[in-house]
């Protein structure tokens, strides 16, 4: 269902990943079109400013929602399948990369930013979390790209000092790349002890359409 063998990778400063073109295209459009509506979302404040619907945050509307619209029920079951966490393996060892090993589980959160002030302060992930797939919802000249709303890729600007997750600002790191928020691909992280990486604050207009994204999560149980 999902594709991540074209993924292109870059090492520094840490290994992350690019891959196009996941769903064909006309599943993608049909995700797209059935996205939920925030108004089900768990609103995230602190380091965050975005909504969030998921197992964890209003698992009950997840689950409904998992169960009324077939094509996210598939999605469901491929993520929670040992197919999907060996496709993602084989995609970092196609980069030259050593997978993880032990055991794993896997899950899926929707998530959406306000298109004016939205994002995610500076972190590294959880230690449990050994990849995370961020796959943008958007149809194609949806979102205007002044807006901002890529995935930025930060290294601190003060190599002796210890950084804490969530607790910086953005002053304090270098964007060493951004991956544009464009439609059907997916940022592929690689969680490290330096993996630091933020989104926005977004500058696009009152009112307009939110900064729509499915982040799928490999956690390790063991």
Not at 159 to 181: G, I, M, N, S
Request: hydrophobic share 35%.
């Amino acid at each position: 269902m999902m594709d991540f063998s074209r993924a292109t990778f870059r090492y520094e400063p840490y290994p992350i990943g690019l891959a196009r073109d996941i769903f064909l295209p006309e599943r993608y459009e049909t995700l797209v079109a059935e996205f939920p509506h925030e108004e089900t979302f768990k609103r995230m404040t602190g380091s965050y400013n975005k909504f969030s619907l998921s197992e964890r945050n209003n698992p009950d509307a997840y689950a409904r929602l998992i169960k009324e619209h077939p094509v996210w029920g598939q999605v469901y079951l491929h993520v929670k399948s040992p197919m999907f966490l060996e496709n993602v393996f084989q995609c970092i060892a196609a980069a030259g990369l050593k997978p993880p090993t032990g055991k794993f589980t896997s899950r899926f959160e929707f998530s959406s930013l306000p298109p004016y002030g939205g994002g995610i302060d500076p972190h590294t992930d959880i230690p449990s979390k050994v990849v995370t797939l961020i796959l943008p919802m958007v149809r194609a000249g949806e979102w205007p790209e002044e807006w901002g709303g890529g995935t930025d890729v930060l290294r601190p600007l003060d190599p002796h000092r210890l950084y804490q997750d969530y607790k910086e600002q953005r002053k304090d790191f270098e964007v060493v790349a951004t991956y544009p928020y464009a439609p059907n691909q997916s940022v592929v992280f690689i969680k490290t002890f330096n993996s630091w990486h933020s989104v926005g604050p977004i500058g696009g207009a009152m009112g307009g359409p939110m900064r729509k994204s499915l982040t799928i999560n490999i956690e390790r149980t063991s």
